[in-house]
């Protein structure tokens, strides 16, 4: 029994998940429409729960919720409270989800369940981060109107994301600048074949920008910045909600900016469904001996 | 006056071009219209076409002509007979254009015109190249639901155009295997780091493929081979009209394919009307001298 | 008088450091002879310590001293205890140098001097990190019979340094297996377009491998694994003294190894010496304000 | 017996040679030393010819001759003519080998032998561009102060070594300008990344280039751009004597030249004796059926 796994709602991830989970596990899905690309090794559920008090470990979506407290389950044609599936899990149950909020704890009951944050998980962030670049890329060039090769970028922050992203505009042609707030990454991103721009100077480059790609968790595209830039740049912001450029600027010159969120669900749902497969393995094999 | 150069229709590519014309000419657009991001130093004469009398020469689109004998002139209202083009034209015109058929030729009038093939310049092909193979690759990103990197592509065709998408490919991380025919391709594609497949053995990589891209201009992608593909894999043709791939066995089969024409103007109009301009400059200054 | 700079002995890094620094300094070199490469910028002194007393900051070499307590001057015809230099600085003289021991700062007295390590320095490891791989790069292509290109190569911890020579070799074309211990490096190496070996696994690559490659601080490179490996496999080790290879069992089984020790000094002392300058520039920079 | 092959002399690449062909041929190898890295399945015949009464087919050295007309057989004790093989082989014997001159044409007697000059296989010339243009970074690594990273590269010619070359230096993280004389090659440069020169502008370069590489088969670096020169740049000139390069220019001003001829021997020899091996087999094979 200890190997069968459910999963509940989500995205084309979670299809990708479930196909990628029957390799080892007995996988049941629910809230899940039968009509996406699923192998045949999967149980489709529907809206039944009655398999789930069977299993010892279940897998939300990455958010687990929308609008409030409903699962996060644009594949399923109806609505469906979380408190619902919480209360069909038997005590015990290994849940792996993201975005966890206190609420959504207190929902669960104290000690009830293990609940385990998968956004914690550093290397689900790590395994996260390329498909988060590739999306990115992808947005370029698609709202672009010339080739990668030759464009001036200018990547701000020189973490995962940012080093990835930086690597792939290279290695495609173009000219990449990383703007990194620490000398230690200013020294990395030299190494890595960018030309280095301190974070305090990034102003001067808004007059050749090409496009922008910000992954700073920080207000770093300023409205200072926009009014330098041409016309003709492009801003394609990758840091989380409320992002970190000034909107509201950019709509007023008539510049064009792309709020890449979520990337690895919407350019890349295999992988990243492949990639919480990973994870959820990992984390499940780790418990084993206990 | 030997400066001035009239460009008639076309898509934004003819925008681009216009813009990057005015660094070395006077420029005069027709059957353009005026909200395009042109530069200011562009004139806008839309329809009127009087001032054509002092163009020494002029650029008509990449296909010069669409459905029949009308000016390929999307960006504009109305429908514009190429007749009525060339009948503007003063003798001696240099005309250059994409696609000039014997139609046209008789059309313009023997000797009366200077057609200049754009389409026979090995230089625009080469700067084509770039755009198209990067159009691809936007394809390939947008049309698929995994990653670039660790996807199993086929390149089919080894030429300027295969060899710029196999090097793309490889520097974002796929795995790549190169399909050409002559023994001199397969050692070079295998020099550049690729994976070389004769051709006469395409069949096999039918069953581990998840990207083939088509450069050849001959039916390759056959139904056969097409019979063979995993259901989730995917065919992005490049070549020309009517491509190289059985279209009616991949839909049967419910294959995704996508038939990739006239990429450097839809993906990089800017790149390719540049391209175009660098073009026209150097076949407009070799002939100074006469 | 603040912009007087000092230099004592040290390899070819020393000429390259001296000429780097007198963009900003009045720069005088000590136990260095006049043949090597110097700008004329550069002041000679020789042997001559008297104008050490008007240097407010001096660099020795990385490292300060060999065999013992003697100067590091191997472009020196003769030897110099390093007291003789201590002393010869004023109280207050800030002292860069790489290497600096307990014994050295009891020579140079309780807070006489302000002795500056420079293998403290991150951005100067980092920007050491570069050459050491190239250097590494180097060793392989001299010491192998083979192409890169194609090789199997194996390397060994995924830090610094494991990480952009495992850049360069796939950029060649080389097969890049990084073995790591860390989970999260495991992902990395993944996601930069490594096959990830989890370190324990280790023993499985000794069989197809043509070029092991260490860089972790340990002995992991056992006579266990090297029984296992092919005769014409070979293995550099660049791990500090005493590496992390079983030298005596390769020694047996007559597999090559290369201890590839201060490869930035050996294979790219002008970077290595412009290296030092930048870090030596910013440290006294950023003291400046006192 | 159709599957016994010879092989006469030659470098380390006859030893690889050797061993590669033992995968499909019975090898037998004349006036080649025991001591070499064997594979245990060659028979070493030594001096003793006897046993070429029995091979269809013989490998001789590429170049086939030293000296004049004695066999190339550096890792042989003793000194062996031409002539003294040529005899040995039965008529009807199929003779590989590089640099077939008229002279030796003509002592292997009309019709007697079949002649087959490896260096007109395209493939083979192919297969040694990669070899040559590692064996040039190569160079460049170790007669160079500096890392690759940041090198001022200038690659005169964008034929097939210079465009292998140029690929890897910028994969290394140099500046790469090729210089072409064809506007398609220009064209071709810049699309794969490169700073395009033409040829006749090539003077401009001098006063910046760290390192020239020529593998253009004419006198391009002249000594009047020798003499435009840094002190600290280098000349590395891969084409076949007597080289592209002013020589004694570069003498004169102290300038650092390195002729790199052979380099697939001399740097890898076993990937060139494994190309020369493919070639080989590809060549016999295509025979088979008459």
């Keep these: 029994m200890a190997n069968i796994i459910g999963i509940l709602g989500g995205d084309l991830r979670s299809v990708y998940l479930a196909n990628a989970l029957t390799r080892s596990f007995e996988v049941h899905v629910f809230y899940l429409e039968g009509r996406q690309p699923f192998v045949p090794q999967v149980h489709l559920e529907g809206g039944d729960q009655s398999l789930l ?79 988060t670049a590739e999306g990115a890329l992808e947005i370029a060039m698609r709202e672009t109107d010339r080739t990668i090769r030759g464009s001036k970028c200018l990547v701000i922050g020189y973490g995962r994301i940012g080093r990835l992203l930086c690597g792939m505009l290279r290695a495609l042609g173009a000219e990449v600048t990383a703007a990194c707030r620490s000398g230690e990454e200013l020294v990395w991103a030299e190494a890595e074949g960018c030309q280095p721009l301190p974070l305090e100077e990034l102003k001067t480059a808004a007059q050749w920008v090409d496009i922008v790609f910000n992954t700073a968790p920080a207000q770093v595209v300023t409205g200072e910045f926009i009014r330098e830039m041409r016309l003709d740049g492009i801003i394609i912001d990758l840091a989380s909600l409320p992002g970190g450029t000034d909107f509201e600027a950019a709509r007023i010159r008539g510049i064009k900016t792309i709020h890449g969120l979520g990337l690895p669900g919407k350019c890349a749902p295999r992988t990243a469904g492949e990639a919480i497969a990973r994870t959820v393995e990992q984390l499940l094999n780790k418990g084993q001996p206990r």
């Excluded at 038997?90 to 849940?95: D, F, I, L, S």
């Design 53 to 131: 008090a069977r299993c010892p470990a279940v897998v939300l979506p990455v958010p687990v919720c929308q609008r409030g407290l409903w699962l996060n389950a644009p594949l399923w044609k109806g609505e469906v409270p979380l408190s619902v599936c919480l209360e069909a899990f038997p005590a015990g149950t290994r849940v792996f989800g993201g975005g966890i909020t206190g609420v959504i704890r207190t929902m669960a009951g104290k000690g009830k369940l293990e609940l385990i944050e998968l956004l914690d998980q550093e290397e689900l962030t790590v395994r996260n981060a390329l498909p």
